[in-house]
Nanobody, 123 residues
């Protein structure tokens, strides 16, 4: 089992940047496909970005392409989400997902979840 702890959320103005981090406990971090999801008030949780086990493959939702970048450091058991040119519609709780089952970087989240971190973009 793995425990995930997100950090880096907060309040940012439109056009600003934030970097989210998700630190995983335990060993064997490299066996997990890692993804970020988000959920805005009154909306369903949605896929944001995913990265393969060795970091070689990434994918992101159309709504964040060109603005958000996912990366990972297996030596530090951490996955990151760099968010640039942020918009008010990026406001949501962001969740980290560690999936030991599927290598697909873009799919529904399975496995383990963090507690979420709030991101608010002011207009």
């Amino acid at each position: 089992q793995v425990q995930l702890t997100e950090s880096g959320g907060g309040l940012v103005q439109t056009g600003g940047s934030l970097r989210l981090s998700c630190a995983a406990s335990g060993r064997s971090f490299s066996i997990y496909t890692m993804r970020w999801f988000r959920q805005a008030p009154g909306k369903e949780r949605e896929f944001v970005a995913g990265i393969g086990r060795d970091g070689g493959r990434t994918d992101s939702a159309d709504s964040v392409k060109g603005r958000f970048i996912i990366s990972r450091d297996n030596a530090k058991n951490t996955v990151y989400l760099q968010m640039n040119s942020m918009k008010p519609e990026d406001t949501a709780v962001y969740y980290c997902n560690a999936d030991p089952f599927s290598p697909a970087v873009r799919t529904e989240g399975r496995g383990y979840w963090g507690q979420g971190t709030q991101v608010t973009v002011s207009s």
